[in-house]
């Protein structure tokens, strides 16, 4: 039993095993006609060859770059104004329309825009996951900071809380859950965003060489690429889920109720 | 201490409030749900906007804000931060004022103690039971020492042996610290176990403010008199100690045992619905038990208010409906009644009195 139990995690990796091997099988048996899919292990030795040639490493920096500042600047914004908006009735009035009007706006949308604005530069795919971000952290801070329960308001005011120490000890911590959940989902949609934005815009990055890849119809490199953005998007969303199960677990499993 | 004065306070619950709090006085605001009671707490505490004006020691705090009023307040749910574990919840208020940490472990432990909670001080409050976060609550309501303590319904989520063990320690600690407590409830007998005074509230008005036993056998009008139950009140002839705390009562030749340990008794008190009406002969001992004949039967919204005859006196019962129903009760007809010995309130002859169970 206590092997089978051990065994246990590692029962995940089966379909995938077994995935890789029908992949391997199908392109070596060439089941699917014109080359257009290497085998598995081709493309693990052109992920290789990429790698040691500074060549996917200097694409997958620029890529990473670009979504830590676009994605940063987009949280922190969206959390700022968020809190904002939650608690101050007259800042959640005067925004909401305004905000209301561009949320449902894709990102991509704004690429033409923004090309003729800002011109085809480092700040353009910045620009796009900053608005990406924005928004969704936007509303899910304005939701958690509505949500916290009055009671626990009026508990920390009896208690002697200044506005600003009600927000900051009280009010904010509550609303992490929600604040999580928007930056979690948001940090792997960055990703998505970046590679669109930079197949269509911009030399550099992930998905410039994707784009390129196509041109040069080397199928391998482009699943090279395809699989860094789905590593990449994993590890981001479990970045956030693991910083919010370290600050919110011990209580918010069970803080559906009143306490 | 202050006491606390609500000169003709007046918004969408209260209709123009006039009540005096002595200081160190622990007054239970008593009324039905919707009477105004959480919105007049709510208006001391400067959460709700008010016409009229509230003193605190004769000084105005209407435009005091919450957090400066120095008002400590138990809510009903209790509101303990999820977030926080039980030391940082009773910490709080001192974390907020910037208190030196050593200063507020020294606080905390002190309130710890007080409250016997030392076991608890590393728990979040989902993993504690409904009494340990009451406590926890109250020493978090307690740790800046406020000048006044509002407390709203704050047993009526516990299981009547926790309330009951709770409100004796509530009052005890009360008594301590001789801090001004107003306590809302909507439950007589809690009211009349834990206040030295009690305040009704019918419909956003006062209707009446006074001690217990008055309270009781006095109302001032039919509407505190059918908000607190007619209560049967028993004058008693003689009063006998059986020993073994219990007290053999005599009234107009029914002897009547209650639990009592104490002066002699003056007065015994019963709601009618602690008389409880059966056509058969009880089983058991037969103590307070008694054989009666119904006078009259009237009924209420959803109860029966029966008049009952024993030895040509009257006593009120009164039974919920449904049960009216299944039973075949009649003007009349011979019944046995049992005066529920725990439910009997009893009034020495000082001043000092308290309801037995």
């Not at chain 1, 995935?19 to 060439?30: G, K, V």
């Not at chain 1, 949500?147 to 009896?158: C, G, L, P, Q, T």
């Not at chain 1, 981001?236 to 803080?255: D, G």
């Not at chain 2, 059966?278 to 004949?293: I, M, Q, T």
Request: aromatic content about 8%.
């Amino acid at each position: 039993m206590k092997f089978l139990k051990r065994l246990q995690p590692g029962w995940g990796l089966l379909p995938v095993v077994f995935f890789l091997t029908c992949w391997e099988l199908i392109s070596r048996l060439n089941l699917i006609p014109g080359n257009l899919l290497p085998p598995f292990s081709a493309v693990i030795v052109e992920f290789y060859h990429l790698s040691t040639s500074g060549i996917l490493g200097q694409n997958f920096l620029s890529s990473l770059t670009r979504v830590m500042i676009g994605f940063s600047a987009g949280s922190i914004t969206g959390i700022i104004l968020g809190t904002l908006m939650g608690w101050y009735k007259i800042a959640d009035r005067a925004l909401n329309p305004l905000i209301s009007l561009f949320y449902p706006i894709p990102t991509l949308g704004w690429i033409p825009l923004l090309m003729l604005w800002i011109g085809i530069n480092e700040m353009l795919p910045v620009m796009l996951i900053f608005i990406c971000s924005f928004f969704p952290i936007l509303y899910n801070t304005i939701t958690g900071i509505k949500n916290v329960d009055r009671d626990y308001i009026k508990a920390a005011r009896s208690l002697g809380a200044s506005d600003f120490q009600l927000l900051t000890t009280v009010v904010i911590p509550l609303a992490l859950p929600n604040i999580f959940t928007g930056l979690r989902l948001e940090a792997g949609m960055a990703w998505r965003v970046i590679i669109a934005a930079e197949m269509v815009a911009i030399p550099t990055g992930i998905g410039a060489l994707l784009m390129k890849a196509e041109s040069l119809i080397r199928i391998d490199i482009i699943i090279v690429c395809l699989i860094v953005l789905a590593i990449m998007c994993l590890i981001f969303e479990k970045l956030f889920e693991f910083l919010e199960m370290k600050l919110t677990s011990r209580w918010k499993r069970y803080a559906g109720n009143n306490m | 201490m202050p006491a606390i004065t609500c000169d003709n306070i007046k918004n969408f619950a209260c209709n123009y409030i006039c009540l005096q709090v002595r200081d160190k006085e622990l007054l239970s605001l008593l009324g039905p749900n919707g009477s105004g009671k959480t919105t007049l707490l709510n208006a001391i505490a400067g959460f709700t906007d008010y016409q009229g004006s509230i003193q605190f020691d004769g000084k105005r705090i209407d435009r005091i804000p919450p957090n400066e009023r120095g008002v400590g307040y138990l809510f009903q749910n209790l509101a303990l931060f999820p977030h926080l574990n039980v030391i940082d919840n009773i910490g709080y208020s001192l974390k907020i004022r910037k208190w030196n940490p050593v200063k507020i472990r020294e606080r905390v432990n002190e309130l710890v103690e007080m409250m016997n909670i030392k076991h608890l001080v590393g728990r979040y409050p989902h993993s504690l039971s409904g009494g340990e976060k009451q406590r926890v609550a109250l020493a978090r309501a307690l740790a800046p020492s406020p000048l006044i303590l509002l407390l709203d319904e704050p047993l009526s989520s516990l299981d009547a042996q926790t309330a009951k063990y709770l409100r004796t320690e509530l009052k005890q600690i009360q008594r301590k610290l001789g801090i001004t407590t107003i306590y809302v409830t909507h439950d007589l007998m809690e009211a009349v176990n834990i206040a030295d005074r009690l305040a009704i509230i019918l419909d956003g008005r006062i209707e009446q403010v006074d001690d217990p036993e008055t309270l009781l056998f006095y109302p001032h009008n039919q509407k505190v008199s059918d908000f607190i139950g007619a209560p049967n009140i028993l004058d008693c002839d003689y009063c006998k100690n059986t020993g073994q705390g219990v007290m053999e009562v005599g009234w107009r030749g029914l002897k009547i045992y209650v639990p009592h340990d104490g002066n002699a008794i003056r007065r015994i008190a019963i709601l009618p619905r602690h008389v409880y009406v059966s056509e058969d002969k009880p089983r058991g001992p037969g103590v307070n038990s008694f054989v009666a004949r119904i006078q009259d039967i009237i009924p209420r919204m959803d109860t029966v208010r029966i008049k009952l005859e024993i030895n040509s006196n009257s006593l009120l019962a009164e039974i919920p409906c449904h049960i009216f129903e299944e039973m075949s009760l009649e003007k009349g007809k011979q019944v046995y009644i049992i005066l529920r010995m725990k439910r009997i309130r009893v009034f020495e002859n000082g001043n000092d009195s308290h309801f037995s169970g």
